[in-house]
Structure formats: C-alpha cells, structure tokens
C-alpha cells in the first residue's frame, strides 16, 4: 500500500514523493490492537494490565487456535491477537524473571457466546433492548 504526499519547495516547484507505510508511516501510527475473539470488545489500552497474544507460527498450532477462535471466513494478519480472559489459568506459567507467560501448548478454550456487543449506547431516551436492537 503506498500513499502519494504532495510536497512544496521553498522555490515554489510541486514535488511529489511516494511513502511506503510498511516502512515508514508505521512508525508514526499505531492500530489499535483488539481481540479477535468473537463478541470479545478488549482493546489494548494504557494503563490497563491486560496481556494480548499473537498467532502462533507453527501450522499446527495456529489451525487449533483458529479453530478454537470459530470465527467464520477469518484470515487474521501477522498482527491479530487474543486477549488473555480466553485462556485458563493452567495456559500460563511462570518464566525465570517471575514473570506470567503463556505456555507454548496452550489453546484458547474460554469464549463468550453470548450476544455481547462492541458499542456504546449513545441515545439517552432508550436503552439498546428498548430499540430492539437485541431481538
């Protein structure tokens, strides 16, 4: 993906120069990273001490996770993550440092099937039941 910045000199001539987000731009700006779990709404924010994981490398590992995740037509990034209320505590150990960190074999097991939605009701004369929106 490329983006073409338009560019004046102090003599007065157009220049045009084309950025590479990959190496550039993506230095600058950030995505939020968000849990790819079905009806999950975490979102890595500061000051929230919330562990996220990405994708395992290894085929094996990562068809058990996508498998697990159930998400239908899903083909996540290098960048997708989980967020640690999908994993047990027996999922995670503790390394050397003292530090929690997921263990190599774990597979994310806890998901909320309910109809949760990612949102913020912004209408104060109705709840989103009363709109109909959950029926």
């Known amino acids: 993906m490329r983006c073409e910045i338009a ?8 220049h045009s120069s084309i950025l590479w987000f990959s190496e550039h731009f993506q230095r600058f700006w950030k995505m939020v990273e968000s849990c790819c779990a079905v009806n999950c709404c975490n979102r890595r924010t500061k000051g929230v001490k919330m562990k996220f994981h990405r994708l395992p490398i290894d085929p094996y590992l990562r068809n058990l996770w996508l498998h697990a995740i159930g998400r239908i037509h899903f083909t996540p990034s290098r960048t997708t993550v989980i967020c640690e209320e999908h994993f047990t505590s027996q999922d995670y150990e ?9 263990k190599r074999s774990a597979v994310p097991s806890k998901f909320h099937l309910s109809q949760q939605r990612c949102f913020k009701w912004k209408h104060e004369d109705s709840t989103p039941e009363e709109a109909g929106m959950f029926s």
Do not use: I, K, Q
Request: net charge positive.
């Open 94 to 102: 503790v390394n050397v440092h003292g530090n929690r960190v997921l």
């Open 7 to 14: 560019l004046f000199r102090a003599d007065g001539n157009y």
